[in-house]
C-alpha cells in the first residue's frame, strides 16, 4: 500500500442496504476526512478523525457514521442508504489537523443507491 | 461559517493562453490557502498553497498569491497547455482542522 486507498472503487445499493466504505492510509497520519462530491456541489466534509480515537461532525454528516480505532483505518458508514447518498465519496489524510497542512486523496468510491 | 466562492465554469481556453480562476473567501480567523487539482477519474492533488497573508504559492507553472485586503487567492498560469485541462478546487483550512472547499472550476484548454 502507498499512500490512500479506498474500497470499493464503485457500488450499487438498494435503498434501506447498509454499506461500509473503507479507507486506509500508510503515512501514519494523525488526521482523516471523508468528503462526497456531488456536481455543482464540491466537496462538503461528512465527518473527521484528529486522531486515532476521535471524531467529529462535518458539514453534511446525517445518515452517516464513522469510527477511528487506529490511525490507519477510517471507515464510513451508511446504516441505512437513500437515494440522495448517491455521490463520489473521497476519502483524506494529512499529516495533523493544523491549518498549514495539506491533505492527501484517495481515489474515490463512486456509489449509486436506487 | 466558513465560505470558499470560486468562479464558475466550465473555462475553454486555446493552449497558450493566459488563465486566472478567481477564488475569494470568508473566514474567521486566519486560514490557509490551497488549490487542488482533480484529473478525470481521480481524487484530488495539491497544486500550491499559500499560509500566510502576501505569500505566494507555485507549482508547474501555476501561481496564486494570499491577499488578506481582498480576501483572495485567484489562481493564475501564463500560457496553459493541453495536459491542464482538470477540475480546480479552491480550499481553505482553519487551525480548527476543518475545511472549505469551493465548488470547483472545469477548465478544457484545445489544441
Known amino acids: 500500500i502507498a499512500g490512500i486507498t479506498q474500497a470499493p472503487t464503485s457500488q450499487i445499493l438498494a435503498a434501506g442496504r447498509r454499506m461500509t466504505l473503507r479507507c486506509t492510509q500508510d503515512m501514519r497520519h494523525n488526521a482523516m476526512y471523508w468528503y462526497r462530491q456531488d456536481l455543482g456541489l464540491g466537496l462538503r466534509l461528512i465527518h473527521y478523525s484528529n486522531t486515532a480515537g476521535t471524531t467529529g461532525k462535518g458539514e453534511v454528516p446525517d445518515g452517516y457514521s464513522v469510527s477511528r480505532a487506529n490511525t490507519d483505518d477510517f471507515p464510513l458508514t451508511l446504516a441505512s442508504a437513500v437515494p440522495s447518498q448517491t455521490s463520489v465519496y473521497f476519502c483524506?489524510?494529512?499529516?495533523?489537523?493544523?491549518?498549514?497542512?495539506?491533505?492527501?486523496f484517495g481515489p474515490g468510491t463512486r456509489l449509486t443507491v436506487l | 461559517g466558513n465560505s470558499v466562492t470560486q468562479m464558475e465554469g466550465p473555462v475553454t481556453l486555446s493552449e497558450e493562453a493566459f488563465l486566472t480562476i478567481n477564488c475569494t473567501y470568508t473566514a474567521t480567523g486566519y486560514p490557509s490557502l490551497f488549490w487542488y487539482v482533480q484529473y478525470p477519474g481521480e481524487g484530488l492533488q495539491l497544486l500550491l498553497k499559500?499560509?500566510?497573508?502576501?505569500d505566494k504559492g507555485s507549482n508547474k507553472g501555476f501561481e496564486a498569491t494570499y491577499r488578506k485586503e481582498t480576501t483572495s487567492f485567484h489562481l493564475e498560469k501564463g500560457s496553459v497547455q493541453v495536459s491542464d485541462s482538470a477540475v480546480y478546487f479552491c480550499?481553505?483550512?482553519?487551525?480548527?482542522?476543518?475545511?472549505?472547499f469551493g465548488d470547483g472550476t472545469t477548465l478544457t484548454v484545445k489544441p
Open positions: 483524506a489524510s494529512s499529516l495533523t489537523s493544523g491549518g498549514a497542512n495539506e491533505q492527501f
Open positions: 499559500a499560509t500566510k497573508a502576501d
Open positions: 480550499a481553505l483550512y482553519t487551525n480548527a482542522g476543518k475545511s472549505t
